[in-house]
Structures are given as C-alpha cells and as structure tokens.
C-alpha cells in the first residue's frame, strides 16, 4: 500500500505522463502527451490522491484539458490493495469523462483503449515495485512535458486490435485459453 503514497513514481508508470510540482491546495500538477503519428495532445491539469491506509484503499481524481480544440479530460481511478498469499493485489476501477474532440472517440472506442491503457499501466507498475526498493533519490528539478515519451495512441490501438483477434481465435477454438499454471484448457 506504502508504494501509492509516491505519485510521482506511479505517474513514470503511465506512458506520456509527468508529474510537473505540487499546487498550494496540495495537488499534483502534471501533463500527459499523447501522440497520434505525428500528431501530439498536450494535456495539462491537477490530481488530487486520497487514501485510506485502514482499508487499503484510495481514489486518484484528476481533471485536464488539451492544447487544442477544447478536449477536456476527467478521470476518477479508485483502487483497493489485498493480500493473496505473499503477493498483494490491485483492484482498479476508472470512470473517464471526455468532452470536445475526445467525446465522439470515447463513445466508439474508448473502453477497449482505456482498458489496454490500464493493462499496461499495471504491468509497468509491477515491474517499478517489483523489487521493493525505494525509488530514487529525485532530480534537482521537476521533469517536463518536452521530457516525456508521448503516449502512442497506435500502441494502444494495435493492443485492442490483439487481444480482439485472441478473442475471435478462441471462440473459433484455435486458441485455446492459458490456466493460472501457464497450461492451455
């Protein structure tokens, strides 16, 4: 539970994120780029980050809006931390609210990309914890957006269109699913 107290660190995890310094209201500042070919979004906003160490739970709520045709973006993640044997695991729950230019893509394909995005953004976290080290010392200066890797919409396209094509495949019964011990039923 003690890792979702580092937001910075859990933002590295998010592909075309940053964590650019804290509001006086003691928010997050930050920014998420996001690529379409050549094409980039900057998004700019705040996330708040409740927890509650009790139950091993927390809400991340963070609002931004875009550098272009008035695309705004608000994003509710609600996570729950629970022990399975020596090995703890998250339950994520995220509501996304797009407006502008983002809605019409939210409406046609918003929750397979955004659970994709998910996918990755809990298997990046896993491998940043994996060890239980600390994070680093931080930088003198707080990283900026010209810093980040943008986030590549294609990437997350192609693993909507994957694991669609595995579905497709399963159901016709030439793949067949993997058990938890990595054998195929």
Same mark, same amino acid.
């Given at each position: ?58 809400? $991340? /709520? *963070?609002?931004? =809006?875009?550098?272009? &045709?008035?695309?705004? @973006?608000? +994003? ?21 609210? $797009? /407006? *502008?230019?983002? =809605?019409?893509?939210? &409406?046609?394909?918003? @929750?397979? +990309? ?26 003198? =200066? ?44």
């Amino acid at each position: 539970m003690r890792h979702f107290t580092d937001v910075e660190r859990m933002a590295r995890c998010m592909p075309g994120a940053v964590i650019e310094g804290r509001g006086d209201d003691g928010s997050y500042l930050g920014a998420m780029v996001v690529s379409f070919g050549p094409k980039k979004i900057n998004f700019r906003g705040r996330v708040t980050h409740e927890m509650d160490m009790i139950d091993h739970s927390g809400t $991340l /709520t *963070g609002r931004g =809006a875009a550098d272009m &045709r008035a695309a705004r @973006i608000g +994003v509710k993640v609600s996570y729950t931390v629970r022990a399975q044997g020596a090995e703890s695991v998250v339950a994520l729950v995220s509501d996304a609210d $797009l /407006t *502008g230019v983002l =809605a019409d893509f939210a &409406r046609t394909g918003g @929750i397979p +990309v955004a659970n994709a995005l998910m996918a990755g953004f809990a298997k990046r976290m896993a491998e940043e914890f994996a060890d239980d080290a600390p994070a680093a010392a931080p930088q003198a =200066a707080s990283p900026q957006i010209s810093d980040v890797t943008p986030l590549a919409a294609h990437t997350l396209l192609w693993a909507v269109i994957k694991d669609k094509l595995l579905q497709f495949a399963r159901w016709l019964g030439l793949v067949r699913k993997p058990t938890a011990e990595g054998k195929h039923t």
